[in-house]
């Protein structure tokens, strides 16, 4: 049996069995917004990942009128920050409630210790973090050759 079998519905924790989970409870924080409210500042430095629990999130980005302009929205279930959390870059758009929105949120520096700590836990978040940026990458060139086909149509 491989230890990459989803034990439970959370996003980022999807492959920690009970016991693992029990490790990292202790660190989630959940926090709730209201429509418009911020939930991630564009260039902030904070690598802390989200997981919205109920709610949409708009992922907003500035032009170069430097008017923000909605990319995206997330719906529940979706990570927030996965990129960050793994990279060491400044968040590179506003994210936004759409309307109330309620969201877990892991501590970079909290969850670091316990994954430097916790090998197999490590392991099995960052396969969960490698999975959501590969179904937003999937989507996101779905996206590209909808417009693509619409536009040689």
């Known amino acids: 049996m491989s230890i990459y079998q989803q034990q439970n519905l959370n996003p980022l924790l999807k ?7 029990n490790k990292v409870a202790p660190f989630i924080k959940t926090e709730k917004y209201q429509d418009g409210d ?3 500042s564009l260039g902030d430095r904070n690598r802390d990942i989200l997981i919205i629990n109920k709610g949409l999130a708009a992922i ?13 929205e997330l719906p529940e279930g979706e990570i927030i920050g996965d990129q960050n959390f793994v990279i060491p870059v400044r968040r590179s758009a506003n994210v936004k409630a ?7 949120r892991f501590p970079y520096d909290e969850m670091i210790e316990l994954l430097r700590e916790e090998t197999l836990i490590a392991s099995k978040i960052f396969s969960a973090i490698n999975d959501s940026l590969a179904e937003k990458m999937m989507r996101t ?9 619409k536009i040689q149509e």
């Open 15 to 21: 492959y920690l069995d009970k016991n693992e989970m």
């Open 60 to 72: 907003l980005i500035l032009d170069e009128n430097v008017v923000e302009k909605k990319v995206t």
């Open 38 to 40: 911020l939930i991630i």
């Open 141 to 149: 060139m779905e996206k590209y050759l909808e417009k693509e086909e």
């Open 98 to 104: 759409v309307g109330e929105v309620d969201v877990s």
